[in-house]
């Protein structure tokens, strides 16, 4: 079990970055997230993957791709558990965690139809409020919540 844990995790990545242990129904938000759609290196990613620890998961696998921290720690909003590897020569040479970040701009559309930044060119922004293992927004703008479930992402694609 732990030599084909490795072998999926560093499976035909060189050298890159391996996300592993996302929910496989956030799989698709991670990929708009991260922006990964407009990648010219190889991206590969599955879901439904046996995993101990989750049940069932996905991991995506971006050759020649780094992210800074920042970058990564968006991802926190809808994969908090996810686990992040730095493949250097085919072996992991870094595993970063994820920390949430405290605010976020951009990414993520607010709720509240009625929010002024669904009807005004107005850059949204939230605190992130963490409870019981769930994620939730407060909009700067309307103060509403929205929760890890309804999230909206902006897609990063231009
Ligand atoms: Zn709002």
Redesign the pocket.
């Known amino acids: 079990m732990e030599n084909n844990e490795k072998y999926l995790r560093v499976n035909a990545i060189k050298n890159g970055t391996v996300l592993d242990h996302i929910p496989s129904e956030q799989i698709f938000r991670v990929i708009d997230i991260l922006g990964i759609q407009d990648s010219t290196n190889p991206v590969t990613f599955g879901v439904n993957l046996d995993s101990k620890s989750m049940g069932k998961k996905g991991i995506i696998k971006l050759a020649e791709r780094f992210f800074k921290d920042d970058e990564l720690n968006k991802i926190a909003l809808v994969a908090p558990m996810a686990s992040v590897n730095i493949i250097k020569n085919f072996e992991v040479i870094e595993k970063k965690v994820l920390t949430i970040p405290e605010t976020i701009t951009g990414i993520v559309k ?1 709720i ?1 139809p009625m ?1 002024v ?1 669904n009807h005004q060119e107005i850059e ?1 922004k939230f605190r992130t409020i963490v409870k019981e293992n769930e994620i939730k927004l407060l ?1 700067s ?2 103060e ?1 919540t929205t929760d890890s479930k309804h999230l909206k992402i902006i897609s990063n694609s231009h």
Do not use: V
């Open positions: 607010c509240n929010c930044t949204t909009c703008y309307c509403k």
